[in-house]
């Protein structure tokens, strides 16, 4: 009641600031009918005390508030620790989860005559298909921004079976004989079994091991169903591994190796785009194009030192006599 500024307008004022708005408010007031207590009390007041007062009672009400706004705090403070033990504990975890992926990928990289910045370039390359198809009409369903995180962290697996081939055929500098290729062909099917067995081992299914799984198997699939290991073809082929073969095929064809010397960016370009409809999905090759600048700029960023080549050359021939 009080003139320019009522007991209602403070505690809007101290309900709306965050360094007061968890302060009791008890009114005292002469307002004593059920519609004025109400609106107070859904205005946020803790208490409503009318006139004429009892001091004994005023104070017991305001020492009961005090002892409930402490044990208020406590509880704030306590689920405001448990969040950032859980925040740090989910931070844990998903380092922890792309160490292990790292390592994965890197083992089998160091059987190949590959390099290690492979599985970071695919990721990166994977990441910027995704991000450039978010809104597309054929993929906006699946690639959210949740699934794009779990496509980067899961493409480094994408060869992951190649730990279960031969050195012989791994390492092989020239072109395969029929049997060698069908063998080398299996790596696929390796690698999928490997990350599920590493799925059966936690007795839970993971969101990105599942999308490791398809990259694993299909990313050798081609559109018109020529690819392998199953020969599926079209929109049958998932997502992830129909990004990743682009990925893919782009470093394959950019990349020095002991066996090859690298192809320009330009001319890889050309190569991806007469592959469209054929090899690719004509969509993501149209979002590979667009972003081609973008790729060529990871490339660079990424790649492979003469020493890292060297190394390799050396590893080749020892494994190979």
Same mark, same amino acid.
């Given at each position: 009641m009080m003139p320019g500024l009522s007991g209602y307008d403070v505690i809007q004022v101290l309900k709306r600031d965050p360094t007061t708005k968890d302060i009791p408010?008890?009114? @005292? %007031?002469?307002?004593?009918?059920?519609?004025? *207590? #109400?609106? &107070? @009390? !859904?205005? &946020?007041?803790?208490?409503?005390?009318? #006139?004429?007062?009892?001091?004994?009672?005023?104070?017991?009400?305001?020492? %009961?508030?005090?002892?409930?706004?402490?044990? $208020?705090?406590?509880? /704030?403070?306590?689920?405001?620790?448990? !969040?950032? !033990?859980?925040?740090? /504990? %989910? =931070? !844990? @975890?998903?380092?922890?989860?792309?160490?292990?992926?790292?390592?994965?990928?890197?083992?089998?990289?160091t059987r190949d005559s590959d390099t290690g910045n492979h599985i970071r370039r695919t990721q990166h390359y994977v990441k910027l298909l995704a991000e450039k198809l978010q809104t597309h009409p054929r993929f906006s369903h699946f690639l959210s921004e949740q699934t794009i995180k779990m496509l980067f962290k899961s493409a480094p697996l994408h060869d992951i079976g190649k730990v279960g081939i031969p050195d012989r055929i791994l390492l092989k500098p020239g072109k395969f004989t029929p049997e060698e290729f069908e063998i080398m062909k299996t790596h696929t099917t390796l &690698?999928?079994?490997?990350?599920? +067995?590493?799925?059966?081992? =936690?007795?839970?299914?993971? &969101?990105?091991?599942?999308?490791?799984?398809?990259?694993? =198997?299909? +990313?050798? *699939? #081609?559109?018109?169903?020529?690819g392998y290991p199953t020969g599926i073809r079209g929109d049958d082929i998932p997502i992830s591994a129909r990004l990743m073969a682009v990925?893919?095929?782009?470093?394959?064809?950019?990349?020095?190796r002991v066996y090859k010397e690298a192809m320009s960016h330009e001319k890889a370009v050309s190569i991806i785009r007469e592959g469209s409809g054929s090899h690719f999905d004509a969509d993501i090759v149209d979002a590979f194009l667009a972003v081609?600048?973008?790729?060529?700029?990871?490339? $660079? +960023?990424?790649?492979?030192?003469?020493?890292?080549?060297? #190394?390799? $050359? /050396?590893?080749?021939?020892? @494994?190979t006599g």
């Open positions: 408010v008890i009114f @005292l %007031t002469a307002m004593s009918s059920m519609e004025d *207590e #109400k609106l &107070g @009390l !859904e205005m &946020g007041a803790a208490d409503y005390v009318t #006139k004429p007062i009892s001091l004994p009672i005023v104070l017991a009400r305001v020492k %009961t508030q005090l002892e409930n706004k402490a044990a $208020a705090d406590f509880i /704030r403070n306590q689920n405001a620790y448990l !969040e950032a !033990e859980v925040a740090k /504990r %989910t =931070l !844990e @975890l998903s380092a922890i989860q792309d160490v292990t992926v790292l390592a994965m990928a890197s083992l089998a990289e &690698g999928r079994d490997a990350i599920q +067995h590493a799925e059966d081992q =936690l007795s839970i299914q993971v &969101g990105f091991l599942s999308l490791a799984k398809e990259i694993a =198997l299909y +990313h050798q *699939e #081609k559109w018109d169903g020529s990925a893919d095929v782009y470093d394959a064809l950019i990349s020095r081609q600048d973008a790729f060529q700029a990871v490339a $660079a +960023h990424f790649a492979d030192s003469d020493a890292d080549m060297a #190394k390799k $050359a /050396r590893e080749l021939e020892a @494994l």
